[in-house]
């Protein structure tokens, strides 16, 4: 057998789901999961990095020592960014790893002083939020790629008619440029509440040693600017306590997305199945059955709704970690690492998956209008139009229009017709003049559609301004990711400063 | 039996909890709830009077019929401030009630046409968000107000030693003033995350129909205004496929402040415990036994607790409701308004119990400083001072305060004695100049709390410091809180003025 | 307007939904909620009656106490079942109400006797668990007479050809007996596990007080007997720590059941729509729209889907309440019981509801048979007849049909046509020789259905078997129920003559 | 630094944690977790043997390509227990391995028959029941060992006087056998429970294939014979449609075991704290600090504590995956795996850590004892001994005892006196004979144990009753465990004789 992946099905598509999709559907079952901690790698070294420039900074350590150990981390994130520092686990953790080779590479006399004025307790909690910021602004950046190419699609498809939907049955008519755009509009708040996850939490624990501060004299507010930081915690025991409340947000935050992402995957798996057939999920994001060779599955979609369940569990499961802790630092909270770091597995790749899908899906126009009309959809236009063209009351129209049709369905049509509607209105003592021609023309979904046009209706102009106003929400919170990123980098490049420059020039943080 | 509450214990208690307490601490046992709906009459009537303006500014109803109906709703809504609108369980749900109301008040001809361009869905969702929204005002009020009372008690227990805890177990001394301090820059969160959900949800769906617009010309802008959001939601569809979302986040907001007051309220619960004894709750919070006498127990601290798990269990559910939904309203979604009533009442009174509780406390503050002290609790200073004071890295500090507490404590000692220290540094080849009363003095409590001083560190000025980021932070806060309630106000004297002048003159709103 | 119910909708509907349904859809938006206790008031009865017996057969109490006592509680218990014992607010919880309307009936000489050797603790533990049972029991015969209804309905279609679904699509055909059958397999194991709670947790709390006895010589067993427990709880303080864990057991039960209900539901809603329309729910199981008069919604159907969203929150929350709680009775624990009191209040009716709309719903057979053919359904079916009728290995037969697939998808044909096969065979060098009308009958639906003979299959002859499997299992299970009945009115006949002859002869329960 | 596990900490400890302790306590922090799959291949080569030899025996494939096929399976099983079978993520899952793998073995030709009459879907069902049923009762058996251990500890300990607690606070004295009795009571269940596994799942999904059989003339009956299943599930559609439910159920029972070990840790970690210091572990279960050298933190039992937090959120993911879903197969509940592996993975070692723990630490049976008096824990006993050689009401009884500890406070005294009981009947207007050194020996902790007789009480010979019959009841549990694995292991040897005696002898199955 050839190829780089072999299955036991997929014979009849042309076009076979790329490598990334494959392994998106096969989840965990082959790929084993890497350790916790070797997410941390990069983020413990920038912060060991703040800490020590400051400690030296600060005449704690002495300079010299601090050189070799800049050196050492700057070695260390060389080693890891080639893949060289794997972790070794007869020590222990990420901390215990870098410290021991740090001491390895700068002897013990500098490695030994790389700890002074921190516990590992708010070490740990210092490359949490680094990683758990940097994974909040990861997610939100796709988000906004997500939306983006919804919205693109959206703008192709405003005269798409298809039925809209309530309780799972067709209702007023409506388009899937509309449809589209209600989940961008969704998944445009995903991306503001990512981001919003820094107005909350970050912050900096380091220095806070066990929680309880420590008596060597630190700067925190220096190592929180080099760490991109808004500032310390205002207390040191805060951030202990309550360690798993910042990966509970991030949970949350991922959670909803991905129920945005489950509806979405659930809306595509029905409109794509035969009973209705709007659209085909290319082959690319689908895949065969080992015993039936006809099936096309949407198994990118099922993942999708998958992760979305286990994300609610990891929400539980956090909010129950360290439920009613006694103050100060427990180790129970440790387990919220390895929730959100399964979490963060979990949502990767979920965005452009569902964007590829939805990109390269083939849509049938025709039978979305088809199904748009018939089963009396162009009622409630019909009893509005009682309502605004001849000034009927609203309860009224909507007893008339009722009655019409019963009506016109026993007479075999699927819309109601002038003549059971004049039927009923002069039953009712009503006398109004309609034109046949106009009670059939309210009735048709393109009218119906093109009538809707109050913002945030299915009208193709209302849409338009729809996709305009998501747009421009949109670019603001790029304009929001864009300076987070821009912090950090400026912040790094001012430790890289501070850190070159010790002990021979006055630092240029102050 | 006399009084109004009669209990099976509590004889032995001279102040006795009050019948707040005592409900707080009976639960559900014995009182009903209420239905879901009542809590949202105001909220669907200033909707409805919302919608019902617009209508008339839009020529969508006759003026006269929007008099009428303004009139009727005011009606309603004086009834409803009396405890005169019931709502009859055999008229569906809250809208139907008032729907029939209004028709019985101001005739079928305008009570017929209230419901003109909208549907039961953006209907309910309206009131809700409306709900969601005072709600989460009000917790932000009151975490900020338990927010305060913490750090008052706070400022006046900065000098309070005690042990900080890590693992439960004394390690490093603090004070009372600055683990109060941590708690209250929790609470603090809490207020700004509830604040930060009108970030995400201040908009409105009313309007929107069933999902898919209406042909009747609505100006949602305005009703938008009239209800203070911050615009229409930019799609009709996006509220109704995603209802539950803003439950969901107030949910989580409020499980997280439940999971601050339940740390909290262990934290209590531990230090009230005979074991430590640092502190005893007020019989206004506590319950007696009716088999133990001598009983007083912190039933209120743990009612706080299980309301945090209830809240855990609430975001799950929440989450879980409308999982993996198909495009458009589904009726699974009502239940996500049970789950979030549920939640909002038994959040409701945990802060005022808590600053009750915290504020009538009695402290032991000679316990306090006794159980701060002994056990090496000053070992981690110890060997800092070895580092700050004589340059030794800290590895090599820790070894030797390691191996010094091994020897002490063989001698029988309780902190690390000068004599052993001087033997483990000989031992190791270091040859420091100690000074014997120096160390004992670093490792006394006071002196450590002292020394740390650094930002968020336990000692009296780095509290004070701390108390006054925190104020200043809540202040910020409260700015936005008050904005958001002037906000409020601004809308309704609009709305109430276009209501009075339909008909007459322009509207002020353009 | 007339009519018991008001409705803003439903003027199309011939048949209305009865009251029952509207309440069920209506949800808890008209209807308050009961007190918890409210639910505890027979059981507590029943427990102090036999506590109070019990105390008496050991001479801790006097006989006239006791039969005053009895007396009281018997008019107690009379009360209730006429509905004149409404639960006093001012009365903290249920047991205290009973306690203190006991001294008013029997005087204080008799009723200060009551709680002789037991604790509010024990107390509430036994009442819940006699609860617990209870509905342990009654949802057990709700699902059995669930599976019943559902396997009649399914033996009535063991013909009724339909399209067997995995992944949302159609695959190989089946019937909708066969599909029935299945749920009933699923429920039939729901009443299994609500048994099988008995095994786990039909022991009695009652005497253990407070968690650590009692000085009191109680006779444990008594009371176990009188309360038709296996026996006490070995220890006493296992209840008190553990509380909760039953209610958890029932509520994942109740939770199982409804996932197989929203399963069930989705089924149901999805074949219903007009996609695949092969079923149409009951006028009296449906709602419509207050604004589209044309549609007939599955509110009952998304009802039940909530419910067990709701029920997985829930599930969630008990294993939260007294999550990692120190041993012995925390009153956190208390809260369980709101949880658990909810959770059967959702449940109830759910399975009524469901039998209700199974068996009025109408089936179109055309439609199901029509839509069981075609896409190819029978190339797993062909595969398998070129395994079994003519010897090739499966992967050889599947590649085959693969190609063979293709070839007629490409020739237009929507199953296998003779000519590709044979084409398709020849180019693998394989030379069978097939019976032209063969390759076609063996792709028919019908044949396919009739050929999956083994145990658990579509084949008619195999889903009677199936059914009448099922029917015996259930009939065991029946036994089970019946037989806990039973136990329980025995037990409660012997206290009764226990009771009766307290002072006067040798009781009959030694 | 030598040794094979580097830490930053223990310098102080005697006696190092083991390698697994320290892999308990270091959680997944450098430890990669394995592929899913990697933990179903010794299941799936079971099941695809039985499914081998059942389809010679039937057959459906010729004899000689079965004993091909049988050898390779076996030379698969070789090579997995020799650890030489590593899964290639190129070859999708354990399924598609295997059968690659066996193609490579044995030819196309017979590798290419294996598949016949089953589908992934139905194998992946039954690889997994057979991985939990082996759960099941691999943890059914963990519990039983721990419950043995802490009776044998709770055995030797039923005269170590201790405070009982409620609220957290000390109320009538009980022992600490007592206390561990109750644990074991609980742990007991657990076993009960996981065993109560197989009354609800231990059938057979085999041969169901895509869940609507197949025209194949398979014998379920015979392969649930091989893999000792009770039977075929009796439909092939619920064990698809329900994936997930299984699973659901062993992580409630996994979840609840873990709730009990998180009390039990939790108890352990409050009573080895200083404030009560009753107890201390030994350093082999617990960890050091990287900055307070004095520190002996009981990690373990936190670790424990997490984990029952995360089984509680794993049950809530796995009611989430799979919600209402559409009948028949979806990949959505693949993810069911993942979740239900991850916490098989977290429970392993936790009762082997928690038995470890209990019968190493050490209890300090004078100051357990000084603690259980005081505090007026006396007064229940007391106001018993009224009731029972006094003939008082207990209400009567306990209004006295309660004026009567007021009295004896303000007195300066921490039990009640015989002057102030005597005052206080005598106000009551009661004139009881008080003996007063009798007054005194009633309140003593010992005399209250002792006096506790009744069944499941702390006294001595109560709690060697209570052990005894938990013992009884775990030897009914060990009888049902080793039938399990009785017939597993017959269930293997007719297996391997039918392989065996393929074509050449008559079945010994039939």
Redesign the interface.
Known sequence: ?AG?????WG??FAEAPSEAT?RF??????????????HLVADDLWATTAHVTMLARQG?IPAA?ARLLLDGLAEIGQRHRQGGFA???????????I??TL?EICG??????????R???DQVATALRLYLRGHALAFAADALDLARAVLDLADGHRETLMP???????????TLG??L???A??VA?DA??LL?WL??HNRSPL???????????????LTARYLAFDG???????P???RG?PE??LA?AL??LL??L??L???V??LG????GLLRLSPAYS?G???????????TM??I???????????????????????????????S???IV?LVGEATDATAVMAGALTTMSIDRERAAA?AGG???G???L???L??AHGL????A??A???A??LSEDAGADEVTAVALREVLADAGLTLTLDDAEVVA?QQPAA?VR?????????PE??AE?IA??RE?MAGLTVRLNRAHERTAAAKTLLRADGANLGTMESTSR
Not at 273 to 276: C, E, N, R, S, V
Not at 307 to 321: M, N, Q, T, W, Y
Request: proline share 5%.
């Open positions: 057998m780089t992946h072999e299955r036991l014979g009849r494959l559907m096969a989840g965990r079952d082959v790929t084993p999961t890497l350790a916790a901690d070797s704690i020592a972790l070794d686990p007869a020590r222990e953790d990420v901390h215990t790893n410290e021991l001491a013990v006399e500098a490695g030994g002083r790389v700890h002074t004025g516990s590992r307790n809209g939907f309530t309780h799972h049955q067709p209702a007023t008519p409506t509309h449809a755009a209600s989940y509009e969704a708040r503001a509440r919003g107005d909350l220095g806070g040693a066990a929680g309880y501060g420590t008596t060597i004299p630190l700067d925190r507010a310390p915690h205002l207390t040191s025991l805060d202990l306590t309550t409340e509970t947000d949350l959670a909803t129920k945005h489950a509806s995957a659930q809306t798996i029905l199945a035969p009973g209705y895949s059955s080992s015993i039936m060779p006809q099936k096309g599955n949407p198994d099922e993942a709704k998958a992760k979305a369940a286990v994300a609610g569990g990891i929400v539980a499961g956090l909010l129950g970690v360290g439920a009613a802790a006694f103050m100060g630092y427990n180790r129970d909270t440790q387990w690492k390895y929730l399964d199904l089963g009396f959809v009622s409630a236009a009893m509005e139009w309502v605004t009351p609203l309860r009224q909507k007893h229009v009722e009655a049709v019963r309210v119906i009538a809707a046009r109050a913002i945030g209706g299915p009208a209302a849409v729809a106003s998501l929400q």
